[in-house]
């Protein structure tokens, strides 16, 4: 599913470049990133222990 989902986007004209920018020449990394993430998340089986999103912050 990553390999499929990162192999189309790098290959979209609008979205590859955005990508490409931002992960530069560490493709194995964020990819090695993004197994453990899924497998966590759809499997249960707990490999990732990163922060997905930014923080936010909550202002009253």
Not at 15 to 33: A, T, V
Not at 43 to 51: D, F, I, M, N, Q
């Amino acid at each position: 599913m990553v390999d499929s989902f990162y192999t189309k986007i790098r290959q979209d004209d609008l979205l590859g470049p955005i990508f490409n920018e931002r992960i530069g020449d560490k493709w194995s990394e964020h990819l090695e990133k993004m197994y453990s993430f899924w497998q966590t998340t759809l499997l249960g089986e707990h490999t990732y222990s990163g922060r997905p999103f930014p923080r936010t912050r909550h202002y009253r």
